[in-house]
């Protein structure tokens, strides 16, 4: 086990449903990620959290909403999503230029 | 931005043969290079990194070489083996200087087969 565990594995949502994901690392480290992994782009970072900060938002719909409540925790609340949005979306955390840890990822379909 | 360019996208060689796999990158500021193998329906893992003040890094049948000046980074696989089989992703990877979180940007990755 890497230590970042994220739930659920696979999710099925209406274009009009909300759902979140979770992400959880037990490896202290200070930052977390989310990454979208498509076809279309193999690792595209979303969005960067410092210690319960959001220190980066790389262009993303609003339609995604991040959440960390603490340095351990890191959610994506997603409404009103697009069919293009389906997709593996993978967490990850590190501390400060080092290794990043992934998740196994949510397998997202958009219906 | 930074932006990561990886070439081949695709890669097939002989079981014992040699792979390399280039990635360039455009921000100067960025100074710190991993690279992760993810195999199919796995997460991507890191198989070896290299920082700015060194130009070469060597684990067993892996190597990173890098070039600073021309923003360009290798990974070289020697005597292949068909567990080598994977996808390859490079990184380039700099803090941000008020958080103690980095901005990691990977390349499209490598499609390796390994032929037996």
């Known amino acids: 086990e890497t230590g970042v565990t994220q739930t659920p594995r696979h999710l099925v949502m209406g274009m009009t449903n909300k759902k979140s994901l979770k992400c959880e690392q037990h490896?202290?480290?200070?930052?977390m990620y989310w990454y979208k992994q498509s076809a279309k782009k193999p690792l595209e970072l979303m969005f960067v959290y410092s210690l319960e900060e959001r220190v980066e938002n790389n262009s993303v719909p609003s339609r995604f909403s991040p959440e960390c409540p603490n340095s351990s925790h890191l959610f994506l609340h997603l409404h009103t999503l697009q069919p293009e949005d389906s997709a593996l979306y993978l967490c990850?955390?590190?501390?400060?230029?080092?290794?990043?840890?992934f998740g196994q990822g949510t397998r997202l379909t958009v219906v | 931005g930074e932006n990561v360019e990886q070439h081949p996208s695709t890669l097939s060689v002989q079981e014992g043969d040699s792979a390399v796999i280039k990635c360039t990158y455009s921000?100067?500021?960025?100074?710190?290079f991993p690279w992760y193998k993810q195999e199919l329906g796995k997460r991507p893992q890191l198989i070896i990194d290299?920082?700015?003040?060194?130009g070469e890094k060597k684990d067993q049948r892996i190597a990173v070489t890098l070039n600073k000046t021309a923003k360009h980074f290798s990974l070289h696989i020697t005597e292949t083996q068909p567990e080598d089989s994977a996808v390859y992703f490079c990184a380039a990877s700099q803090a941000f200087s008020y958080s103690s979180a980095s901005k990691i940007i990977f390349g499209s990755g490598t499609r390796l087969s390994i032929r037996p």
């Open positions: 990850a955390s590190s501390q400060q230029n080092t290794e990043a840890f």
């Open positions: 490896l202290g480290h200070n930052a």
């Open positions: 921000d100067s500021a960025s100074n710190y």
């Open positions: 290299i920082r700015s003040n060194v």
